[in-house]
């Protein structure tokens, strides 16, 4: 049971909030900023430029990936703050199913995140990418795949989570391994077996080479796409669908 | 009529029955009061009457819907204020009533014209536009009264509607809840552990250990304990006590120099006891029984044997405000 109003209004509270907490929107562009200039320029100084681009250019879809990771999963944690803080009993006693607030927080969270990633793209003059007015809509469209699938995944697991103590583990545990895991930062066939196995099981690896593959369109492996684009989208796609659909269920159980 | 039908009700977890058989039943325009020490069922009840959870067995219907089978009905028709504060804290006061006014399907325009007034009713229409962060505690819940009664429910659940607050506050929030009743003829369903704030229902239910043990109108439960408590100082009270038991038959205990004697129609008694006693009096004091006497006798022990659970909240209360002034 799908209710339309409860979902707009569940999407519009998020939207409020996250533009009038200032300091989120800073560290929205601080983080990639400090990760490009700082992390990138050490050591792209170590690494020589292959095929056409910089090692600064190679970690950009990356950085996408990575601002779209924290964003996505700070929303979805945003249901254990409601618990916490007592707002979310407010939905519950509400006459609106499960369903409604479960899609209202995928879709709030998704297109929250798909922000963060376009604010993200006025760095590209900086990096001397090229950036076309398709390539621009391509971007979008993965970016919206791409969040729609991390913040499944967030809503899954704060489904779970019944307190906020969780929430340090899920970062050190969870957020983080997936963001050096998964091709943002070295190329994923450069990386040893067992960590390459481990990339391979990250949704977040194909969403970031899917990035790649509308940014660094000329490049070649290592530094360029490492698999097909269509295996890219619907691996990211099927992954979706399930997260979304266990943290439906979970979200039904739960509460 | 009957809004609120309780019959058998009954949740158990795991090994504790919160909840263990209780019938009871509500008249529309009733103020009807859940009394009973912490961890008596309170909350539980009122979590099943509003759809939060499902009783192991038994009913619970509400305006004629069940609680268990047809919960949107239910909750379309009852509104809620929590013990703690459920308002979001990062949104104004109009964004948080306007939230709940799309959960529960106002039309927009009717929305515009029920947030004006139930701001006007709480006395918060200037505020209209603030953060709720900058509210006090009363003004967070007179704003929870707002938000509970903007779809026009037939029932206001209050749960623990004053606790926290200081006592200038709740005399403010119980004004408000007697207006309310008063101008909407809406039913009240609350729960307290507040004897004073209990006086004010028509009708109380006292609970403990999941059970209903009384339930009547506050002035017939209190004369459940027989009459007044008289305390007398006299010139002499050895002498004193075997001359009241001889002319009044009636049983009078010393304690710390002072004489105690229960009985009916205190006001009466005294000036015979005074006029009669060849023992002369220094001062006498008179005092009603209280709930707090009649759950003593119902039980055993008194409602503020739980204080110490009551630091527990505060200091839980105060946790969470603290946390959530470094969020």
Same mark, same amino acid.
């Given at each position: 049971?799908?209710?339309?109003?409860?979902?707009?209004?569940?999407?519009?509270?998020?939207?409020?909030?996250?533009?009038?907490?200032?300091?989120?929107?800073?560290?929205?562009?601080?983080?990639?900023?400090?990760?490009?200039?700082?992390?990138?320029?050490?050591?792209?100084?170590?690494?020589?430029?292959?095929?056409?681009?910089?090692?600064?250019?190679?970690?950009?879809?990356?950085?996408?990936?990575?601002?779209?990771?924290?964003?996505?999963?700070?929303?979805?944690?945003?249901?254990?703050?409601?618990?916490?803080?007592?707002?979310?009993?407010?939905?519950?006693?509400?006459?609106?199913?499960?369903?409604?607030?479960?899609?209202?927080?995928?879709?709030?969270?998704?297109?929250?995140?798909?922000?963060?990633?376009?604010?993200?793209?006025?760095?590209?003059?900086?990096?001397?990418?090229?950036?076309?007015?398709?390539?621009?809509?391509?971007?979008?469209?993965?970016?919206?795949?791409?969040?729609?699938?991390?913040?499944?995944?967030?809503?899954?697991?704060?489904?779970?989570?019944?307190?906020?103590?969780?929430?340090?583990?899920?970062?050190?545990?969870?957020?983080?391994?997936?963001?050096?895991?998964?091709?943002?930062?070295?190329?994923?066939?450069?990386?040893?077996?067992?960590?390459?196995?481990?990339?391979?099981?990250?949704?977040?690896?194909?969403?970031?080479?899917?990035?790649?593959?509308?940014?660094?369109?000329?490049?070649?492996?290592?530094?360029?796409?490492?698999?097909?684009?269509?295996?890219?989208?619907?691996?990211?796609?099927?992954?979706?669908?399930?997260?979304?659909?266990?943290?439906?269920?979970?979200?039904?159980?739960?509460? | 009529?009957?809004?609120?039908?309780?019959?058998?009700?009954?949740?158990?977890?795991?090994?504790?029955?919160?909840?263990?058989? #209780? $019938?009871? !039943?509500?008249?529309?325009? +009733?103020?009807? /009061? %859940?009394?009973?020490?912490?961890?008596?069922?309170?909350?539980? =009840?009122?979590?099943?009457?509003?759809?939060? #959870? $499902?009783? !192991?067995?038994?009913?619970? +219907?509400?305006? /004629? %819907?069940?609680?268990?089978?047809?919960?949107?009905?239910?909750? =379309?028709?009852?509104?809620?204020?929590?013990?703690?504060?459920?308002?979001?804290?990062?949104?104004?006061?109009?964004?948080?009533?306007?939230?709940?006014?799309?959960?529960?399907?106002?039309?927009?325009?009717?929305?515009?014209?029920?947030?004006?007034?139930?701001?006007?009713?709480?006395?918060?229409?200037?505020?209209?536009?603030?953060?709720?962060?900058?509210?006090?505690?009363?003004?967070?819940?007179?704003?929870?009264?707002?938000?509970?009664?903007?779809?026009?429910?037939?029932?206001?659940?209050?749960?623990?509607?004053?606790?926290?607050?200081?006592?200038?506050?709740?005399?403010?929030?119980?004004?408000?809840?007697?207006?309310?009743?008063?101008?909407?003829?809406?039913?009240?369903?609350?729960?307290?552990?507040?004897?004073?704030?209990?006086?004010?229902?028509?009708?109380?239910?006292?609970?403990?250990?999941?059970?209903?043990?009384?339930?009547?109108?506050?002035?017939?439960?209190?004369?459940?304990?027989?009459?007044?408590?008289?305390?007398?100082?006299?010139?002499?009270?050895?002498?004193?006590?075997?001359?009241?038991?001889?002319?009044?038959?009636?049983?009078?205990?010393?304690?710390?120099?002072?004489?105690?004697?229960?009985?009916?129609?205190?006001?009466?008694?005294?000036?015979?006891?005074?006029?009669?006693?060849?023992?002369?009096?220094?001062?006498?004091?008179?005092?009603?029984?209280?709930?707090?006497?009649?759950?003593?006798?119902?039980?055993?022990?008194?409602?503020?044997?739980?204080?110490?659970?009551?630091?527990?909240?505060?200091?839980?209360?105060?946790?969470?405000?603290?946390?959530?002034?470094?969020?």
């Amino acid at each position: 049971m799908i209710q339309v109003r409860p979902i707009y209004v569940i999407c519009l509270r998020e939207f409020i909030k996250f533009f009038r907490e200032k300091s989120r929107l800073l560290g929205t562009l601080a983080r990639p900023v400090l990760w490009l200039f700082v992390v990138g320029n050490g050591m792209g100084s170590l690494i020589k430029p292959q095929v056409g681009f910089s090692y600064l250019q190679f970690i950009f879809p990356g950085m996408i990936g990575m601002t779209i990771l924290f964003s996505s999963i700070f929303s979805s944690i945003s249901i254990v703050w409601d618990r916490e803080f007592g707002f979310m009993k407010e939905m519950l006693v509400a006459p609106i199913s499960r369903l409604s607030i479960v899609i209202g927080k995928t879709i709030s969270g998704t297109l929250i995140s798909v922000a963060q990633a376009i604010i993200i793209l006025v760095l590209i003059p900086f990096l001397g990418i090229p950036l076309t007015v398709s390539q621009f809509f391509q971007v979008v469209a993965v970016a919206v795949l791409v969040s729609f699938c991390i913040t499944s995944l967030g809503i899954l697991i704060a489904a779970r989570l019944s307190s906020f103590d969780g929430f340090n583990i899920i970062m050190n545990f969870l957020v983080m391994p997936m963001l050096f895991l998964s091709g943002a930062m070295y190329p994923v066939t450069a990386m040893p077996p067992a960590l390459r196995h481990l990339t391979l099981i990250n949704p977040l690896t194909y969403g970031i080479d899917a990035f790649k593959h509308v940014l660094l369109r000329s490049g070649t492996p290592p530094l360029g796409p490492e698999f097909p684009l269509t295996l890219d989208l619907l691996l990211v796609a099927a992954i979706s669908a399930i997260m979304l659909t266990l943290a439906a269920l979970s979200f039904r159980k739960k509460e | 009529m009957v809004i609120i039908n309780v019959h058998n009700l009954t949740r158990k977890f795991k090994t504790l029955t919160a909840v263990d058989g #209780i $019938s009871f !039943s509500v008249e529309q325009g +009733e103020v009807f /009061g %859940f009394l009973g020490p912490n961890g008596a069922g309170k909350t539980t =009840t009122i979590s099943i009457l509003c759809t939060l #959870i $499902s009783p !192991s067995s038994g009913k619970a +219907e509400i305006a /004629g %819907f069940d609680c268990a089978k047809n919960p949107d009905q239910v909750r =379309t028709s009852i509104g809620l204020i929590f013990q703690d504060t459920t308002l979001d804290v990062g949104l104004t006061a109009y964004e948080n009533l306007k939230f709940h006014a799309y959960l529960y399907n106002l039309d927009g325009k009717l929305a515009e014209k029920r947030i004006d007034e139930m701001l006007t009713v709480v006395d918060l229409q200037g505020r209209k536009h603030d953060l709720i962060k900058n509210f006090s505690g009363g003004m967070k819940r007179r704003l929870e009264i707002a938000r509970g009664l903007l779809h026009y429910p037939r029932v206001l659940f209050l749960d623990e509607p004053t606790l926290g607050l200081d006592p200038q506050t709740r005399n403010t929030i119980w004004d408000f809840i007697n207006m309310l009743r008063v101008e909407e003829k809406i039913t009240v369903f609350m729960t307290t552990h507040y004897m004073d704030e209990a006086e004010n229902c028509d009708r109380i239910a006292i609970i403990d250990h999941g059970k209903i043990i009384a339930l009547d109108t506050p002035a017939k439960l209190k004369q459940m304990v027989h009459g007044d408590i008289i305390r007398i100082v006299t010139e002499d009270n050895r002498k004193a006590v075997p001359e009241i038991q001889s002319l009044f038959n009636v049983s009078a205990r010393e304690e710390n120099g002072t004489l105690v004697l229960e009985t009916e129609r205190g006001d009466e008694f005294i000036p015979r006891l005074i006029h009669s006693l060849p023992t002369s009096t220094r001062s006498v004091s008179i005092q009603k029984p209280t709930l707090n006497d009649v759950f003593l006798k119902l039980t055993g022990r008194t409602i503020r044997d739980d204080m110490l659970q009551d630091n527990k909240e505060v200091t839980r209360e105060f946790v969470r405000s603290h946390r959530r002034a470094q969020r």
